[in-house]
């Protein structure tokens, strides 16, 4: 898993089926240590809790974006499975919704 942030939408209206309804966001990797700023390695997944633009977001990857029923027989390699309230490193608050 990772963190990112929502950094725009793909609309495709040619997709797999089994994505067919599915929201595609684009995601920036961040540093846990500077949630505020991406590093420039971005990601599409498959939004399974509904994030918006700007969030920062909990990306599972590889197989276990495909654990929930949902996508679980989908081409799905990322999924945003949480949306982040607080991050917290050795103690510190790096981020607060």
Not at 32 to 37: E, L, Q, S
Not at 67 to 96: F, H
């Amino acid at each position: 898993m990772w963190l990112g942030k929502v950094i725009g939408q793909v609309i495709s209206t040619a997709k797999d089926e089994s994505l067919s309804g599915m929201k595609l966001l684009v995601v920036d990797e961040v540093e846990h240590t500077r949630p505020d700023g991406g590093t420039g390695r971005s990601h599409v997944a498959v939004d399974l809790v509904g994030a918006g633009q700007g969030e920062l977001v909990l990306v599972a990857a590889g197989s276990a974006a495909r654990v929930a029923d949902v996508v679980s027989r989908s081409p799905v390699d990322q999924a945003v499975i949480a949306i982040a309230d607080t991050v917290v490193v050795d103690g510190d608050v790096t981020y607060q919704k």
